[in-house]
């Protein structure tokens, strides 16, 4: 008895080949389905340039955009919990507001966390 998952695809190159296009698909789905994840984006979008114009130190540059990049991670786990969390059941419970409720602050300290190294990078 195994106990992998019977759809578990290739190995190799074959998998990451393929994983890169899951991983398109992934980013597809979230910018078609997740209205919070294109208002993320479009923050990323405007700035990563902002974060060249104000010339911080290039550590300061990439700690600037690797926050940005961290925020639009933590939406994606987030989106992909409410999806499967959404696929088990549409009822409300405890466990699935506990779960939605904790992605959604996961968010929140991400985006806390932009405001924050941005603040001490500019101001510090």
């Not at 074959?14 to 789905?29: L, P």
């Not at 923050?43 to 060249?52: D, G, K, Q």
């Not at 104000?54 to 639009?72: K, Q, T």
Request: charged letters at 15%; proline letters at 2%.
């Amino acid at each position: 008895m195994t106990s992998e998952s019977p759809f578990k695809g290739k190995t190799g190159l074959i998998r990451v080949w393929n994983a890169f296009f899951y991983s398109v698909d992934g980013f597809k789905a979230a910018f078609q389905h997740e209205n919070a994840f294109r208002q993320e984006l479009l923050l990323t979008f405007i700035c990563i340039p902002l974060a060249f114009v104000l010339e911080p130190s290039a550590v300061g540059r990439a700690l600037m955009i690797a926050v940005l990049f961290l925020v639009l991670i933590v939406e994606l786990i987030n989106s992909a919990i409410e999806a499967a969390v959404d696929r088990i059941s549409l009822e409300h419970h405890l466990l699935i507001k506990r779960a939605k409720d904790m992605g959604s602050a996961a968010v929140m300290i991400a985006l806390i966390n932009v405001v924050v190294v941005w603040g001490l990078v500019l101001l510090g």
